[in-house]
């Protein structure tokens, strides 16, 4: 059995109960650690090894700028993954002037989903 503590894991910030249960239904090999706030999703990816942060750029309140800095240097090896639904096009291009690894609409992302933890955790 593997020790938890080594599990690859992947952080997601949003407050969307259907996000955090597809992901959580498409992890193989990895966990997913839900946090609502940066605060909370700093402090999951400081736990383990944090391979992945997804984020939910609905989330209110959220700047990517502050998501991405604050990751950095939590985590500065771990992908950092922006989701949006395509017609908030604006909180897009700013995740990806954030410097976010992936910038994805939610659609995409829904069916991806699968590659792209499987990706995060090798």
């Known amino acids: 059995m593997q020790d938890p503590s080594n599990t690859p894991c992947v952080v997601l910030l949003t407050a969307d109960l259907m996000l955090t249960s597809r992901v959580q239904n498409a992890a193989r090999g990895v ?17 383990g090894p944090a391979v992945a942060v997804v984020v939910d750029l609905l989330l209110p309140g959220i700047d990517p700028h502050a998501v991405r800095q604050a990751l950095a240097s ?7 993954i922006a989701v949006a639904p395509h017609v908030h096009a604006q909180r897009l291009a ?4 954030a410097g976010f ?7 995409q ?14």
Not at 112 to 121: F, I, Q
Request: aromatic share 2%; proline share 4%; no cysteine.
């Open 94 to 97: 700013t995740a990806r002037e």
């Open 31 to 47: 966990a997913v650690r839900p946090a609502g706030s940066l605060d909370a999703a700093a402090a999951a990816a400081a736990e």
């Open 74 to 80: 939590v985590v500065p090896e771990a992908r950092t």
């Open 101 to 107: 690894s992936e910038v994805m609409s939610r659609g």
């Open 109 to 122: 992302f829904d069916r991806e989903v699968e590659n792209v933890l499987a990706e995060a955790a090798d």
